[in-house]
């Protein structure tokens, strides 16, 4: 088992990428704690790795409340003592043309996307720093974060300020034998996607746009960020790792 004896925290780990993620993290030998909104996808995400013999927990939180996110460290610190890997995918994505974003929105946007990413990364790091040993921070970013898609010009800034965030953390961090990446999924099927992908010919029409013809799973990127957090990725950091289909070299 690649994770064997690491603790791993994931934001927004009750659904979608997240989920298989903190599933896959846990089957590769890892104790995985989990923060998200709403006690009962969380709870039922818990309940799906202690039932194939994995540990878990799980802590309501907003990422973009550093008292909570503190709390949720807290607590994964309290259990087990450490924290090896850290996982940042809690996000949002609102679609609204550039002229027609709302302040509440950009500013929604940047809180949980930007601001949750940079304020789980930091406490995590701290405590790698505190335990030495050093580990391997996730930002789950996104193909939006280095090509801008019309309709999100929110998302696509909080999505290149992970990337950048992930740089910036990897200068700084590597002295501590901390590695620090991005993961940038294409399209993925997650509840964020799914009224696309409901939708015959609007989703016939965006797959023109990736190589492969369809829709990735959450396990392709759970494979990735599996890779990333373990010892095989040992030489990287401050990468963008792209998981996409073949979509941006599509859209180059």
Not at 58 to 67: I, L, T
Not at 143 to 164: L, R
Request: negative net charge; contains cysteine; charged residues 20%.
């Amino acid at each position: 088992m690649r994770l064997s004896g690491k603790v791993a925290m994931i934001t927004g780990g009750s659904h979608g990428i997240g989920q298989a993620v903190a599933i896959l993290f846990a089957r590769e030998g890892a104790k995985v704690a989990l923060c998200g909104r709403g006690k009962a996808a969380l709870d039922e995400t818990v309940k799906q790795i202690v039932e194939t013999g994995g540990e878990a927990l799980a802590y309501e939180a907003d990422v973009s409340d550093k008292a909570q996110v503190d709390r949720f460290v807290d607590g994964v610190v309290g259990r087990w003592g450490r924290i090896d890997i850290a996982v940042n995918n809690a996000g949002i994505c609102e679609i609204a043309s550039f002229l027609d974003i709302a302040e509440e929105q950009w500013d929604r946007h940047m809180n949980i996307n930007l601001k949750g990413a940079f304020l789980a990364s930091q406490r995590a790091a701290r405590e790698m720093v505190r335990q030495g040993g050093g580990g391997s921070i996730i930002q789950m970013s996104s193909v939006n974060g280095i090509q801008a898609e019309a309709g999100q010009a929110h998302y696509n800034t909080t999505k290149g300020g992970m990337i950048n965030l992930s740089m910036s953390m990897a200068l700084e961090l590597a002295v501590h034998g901390i590695r620090v990446n991005a993961l940038c999924p294409g399209f993925i099927e997650t509840r964020l996607t799914k009224p696309l992908i409901d939708n015959p010919p609007a989703i016939a029409d965006y797959l023109r746009t990736v190589p492969m013809n369809r829709v990735g799973q959450p396990e392709e990127i759970a494979s990735a960020a599996l890779f990333l957090a373990s010892d095989e990725s040992s030489y990287m950091t401050g990468t963008c790792m792209v998981v996409d289909g073949g979509q941006l070299i599509k859209l180059s």
